[in-house]
């Protein structure tokens, strides 16, 4: 069975204080690895999708990485209009066709 | 361009009533999911569609939940009876080709509460 684990659950940062966010996966053959963006009350918004170890991408104040075990979400100098919820996902080649998701990182950003 | 639709975007209702919630994927997307999300339990998968057909619904809690997709372009989550334990917002979804790797995209979800 697909597990996601994504710490920490929530984080305070300061307005410019850069940081980053992590997800350890378990899957039988990762398709693909997807970080999405939540704010309150909307559906989440997609971010990235990164397929093998060593794949980075960038957007913005946001890039995201990938290993073999897990991807961070780097958050450079980030400001309030980044607080959301991030979650991040798995698409593996042996379990249902849809994503499994982590329960995500509630990210606060204080100017 | 429109992306995922759904309605109601909220809806309260009493213990025992049905309950219907719809949802209009992307023009041209030929898979479509519906998750459920809650505090406890984050985002769950509770089946999708591809080309209309039900390829996997063993996400489904319970018998009482049942989905359709009559058409390319709609989809109905139906609980009936309703219970407290319901209440949760539910997502439809939609990409391109069953996922496989590519990008699967939200709608704004229908908030139920269950009374």
């Known amino acids: 069975e697909d597990q996601v684990t994504q710490s920490p659950e929530a984080l305070r940062l300061q307005e410019g204080e850069s940081s980053s966010l992590n997800c350890s996966y378990t899957v039988s053959g990762l398709r693909g690895l997807f970080w999405y963006r939540q704010d309150p009350g909307k559906g989440p918004e997609f971010l990235f999708t990164l397929y093998s170890a060593g794949e980075e991408k960038e957007k913005e104040r946001l890039k995201a990485t990938l290993t073999k075990k897990e991807s961070f979400l780097h958050i450079t100098a980030p400001k309030p209009e980044d607080s959301a919820t991030y979650l991040c996902a798995v698409h593996s080649g042996g379990g249902a066709d849809g994503l499994t998701f982590g329960k995500g990182t509630h990210l606060i950003i204080q100017p | 361009d429109a992306g995922v639709i759904q309605s109601p975007r909220h809806e309260v209702t009493e213990m025992g009533q049905e309950v219907t919630l719809r949802c209009k994927p992307i023009?041209?997307?030929?898979?479509l999911f519906w998750y459920r999300q809650t505090m406890m339990r984050g985002l769950e998968l509770l089946i999708y569609f591809n080309n209309n057909v039900p390829i996997d619904d063993s996400g489904m809690p319970e018998d009482r939940f049942s989905a359709k997709m009559p058409n390319a372009s709609f989809s109905t989550l139906k609980i009936q009876p309703s219970e407290p334990r319901d209440s949760a917002v539910y997502f439809c979804a939609s990409s391109l080709f069953g996922g496989g790797g590519n990008t699967i995209y939200f709608g704004e979800g229908s908030w139920l509460t269950v009374v």
């Open positions: 023009s041209g997307h030929n898979s």
